[in-house]
């Protein structure tokens, strides 16, 4: 359970694509404090398990660039991309921390389903490949997160703007959340809402 004391901290929402991923960051009185993008991964390739990985057991070899490599070369590969993807959590978590002059308690990250336990089996798995690249940058950003101390929660993207609702009070969610992005300014997507969303959900701003 999050402390009163850390439940006034401010909250950061992630909306990711593939190693990207958009921070947006609000206050516990419901203040958006920041907004930025950032990338896990730099000169690697961004989905070894779906690509790399899939090549490796035979799967979509007749695809453009596809290239068949030894399924120990996908594995290696995918610890790679792993560790660099932690790094770049940590460095960019650190960087936020230092931008916000606020405490941050907690961060909100999309729900990932259940992947099986190893990285080949993850691999091999038709459906488990599709997703599980994704799992594992969100899991470097809670990962990095939980280092910090901050509170991790995991969000229903369906659910997550009725959870903020709930959190403030507000029957019209879509256009509070849209007023935000009004006072920082363009751009202000899909992408954005839905992070700024997770935060209001995750900062329990009505028992602040």
């Given at each position: 359970?999050?402390?009163?004391?850390?439940?006034?901290?401010?909250?950061?929402?992630?909306?990711?694509?593939?190693?990207?991923?958009?921070?947006?960051?609000?206050?516990?009185?419901?203040?958006?404090?920041?907004?930025?993008?950032?990338?896990?991964?730099?000169?690697?390739?961004?989905?070894?398990?779906?690509?790399?990985?899939?090549?490796?057991?035979?799967?979509?070899?007749?695809?453009?660039?596809?290239?068949?490599?030894?399924?120990?070369?996908?594995?290696?590969?995918?610890?790679?991309?792993?560790?660099?993807?932690?790094?770049?959590?940590?460095?960019?978590?650190?960087?936020?921390?230092?931008?916000?002059?606020?405490?941050?308690?907690?961060?909100?990250?999309?729900?990932?389903p259940e992947l099986p336990p190893t990285v080949e089996e993850r691999i091999r798995?038709?459906?488990?490949?599709?997703?599980?690249?994704?799992?594992?940058?969100?899991?470097?950003?809670?990962?990095?997160?939980?280092?910090?101390?901050?509170?991790?929660?995991?969000?229903?993207?369906?659910?997550?703007?009725?959870?903020?609702?709930?959190?403030?009070?507000?029957?019209?969610?879509?256009?509070?959340?849209?007023?935000?992005?009004?006072?920082?300014?363009?751009?202000?997507?899909?992408?954005?809402?839905?992070?700024?969303?997770?935060?209001?959900?995750?900062?329990?701003?009505?028992?602040?």
């Amino acid at each position: 359970m999050v402390s009163a004391r850390n439940r006034k901290g401010a909250a950061v929402g992630v909306a990711e694509n593939g190693n990207s991923a958009v921070l947006v960051t609000v206050g516990h009185d419901g203040k958006l404090l920041d907004r930025r993008s950032i990338d896990l991964t730099e000169g690697l390739p961004t989905h070894p398990h779906h690509h790399e990985g899939s090549w490796a057991v035979g799967r979509y070899l007749n695809t453009p660039g596809a290239r068949a490599l030894p399924l120990a070369d996908a594995i290696a590969l995918v610890e790679r991309v792993r560790e660099a993807a932690s790094r770049g959590a940590q460095e960019a978590l650190d960087a936020l921390a230092k931008a916000v002059d606020v405490q941050i308690a907690h961060i909100s990250l999309r729900v990932s389903p259940e992947l099986p336990p190893t990285v080949e089996e993850r691999i091999r798995d038709n459906r488990a490949q599709t997703f599980a690249d994704t799992a594992m940058y969100r899991d470097a950003i809670a990962d990095a997160a939980k280092a910090r101390g901050w509170a991790v929660h995991w969000y229903d993207r369906d659910r997550v703007f009725h959870d903020a609702a709930k959190a403030i009070g507000k029957k019209d969610i879509e256009a509070f959340v849209q007023t935000l992005g009004k006072n920082m300014g363009p751009p202000w997507q899909a992408k954005h809402k839905l992070a700024a969303a997770a935060a209001i959900a995750a900062s329990s701003l009505s028992s602040a």
